[in-house]
C-alpha cells in the first residue's frame, strides 16, 4: 500500500521560499516515475483546495493564484516530489497535503507571516 509522508513545512515571512517534499514509500521505483501527483492546501474554515498537479511525464499545471510562484519537480531515484514555492504570501498559509488516487499524506504547515 501506497504511504504518502510530506514535510519541510515551516514558518516564512511574506517574500521568502520554501520547498516541500513528499515522500512515496511501499511503492517501487518504477512505479512512481509514472505516478501522477497532486498538492492540496487548506486553512481552518476553508475547504481544502487545489494547489498543483504533476503528471507521469513531468507535466505540470497550477492553480491561477500559485501560477508562477511554485513549481513542481520529482525525483524518480528517491521516490520524492518537491513543491517549490517563492514569493510566498500570508494567503499561502495552510496545511499541505501531496495525494495520489485517494491516498494522501498526513500534511505540512506553512505559516507565512505579513
Known amino acids: 500500500q501506497v504511504h504518502l509522508a510530506e514535510s519541510g513545512g515551516g514558518l516564512v515571512q511574506a517574500g521568502g521560499s520554501l520547498t516541500l517534499s513528499c515522500e512515496a514509500s511501499?511503492?517501487?521505483?518504477?512505479?512512481?516515475?509514472?505516478?501522477?501527483m497532486d498538492w492540496y492546501r487548506q486553512t481552518p474554515g476553508k475547504r481544502r483546495e487545489f494547489v498543483a498537479a504533476?503528471?507521469?511525464?513531468?507535466?505540470?499545471a497550477f492553480a491561477d493564484s500559485v501560477k508562477g510562484r511554485f513549481t513542481a519537480s520529482k525525483d524518480k531515484s528517491r521516490n520524492v516530489v518537491y513543491l517549490r514555492m517563492n514569493r510566498l504570501t500570508p494567503a499561502d498559509t495552510g496545511v499541505y497535503y501531496c495525494?495520489?488516487?485517494?491516498?494522501w499524506g498526513q500534511g505540512t504547515l506553512v505559516t507565512v507571516s505579513s
Open positions: 495525494t495520489n488516487m485517494g491516498v
Open positions: 511501499g511503492i517501487s521505483r518504477l512505479m512512481f516515475g509514472s505516478m501522477n
Open positions: 504533476g503528471q507521469g511525464d513531468g507535466t505540470t
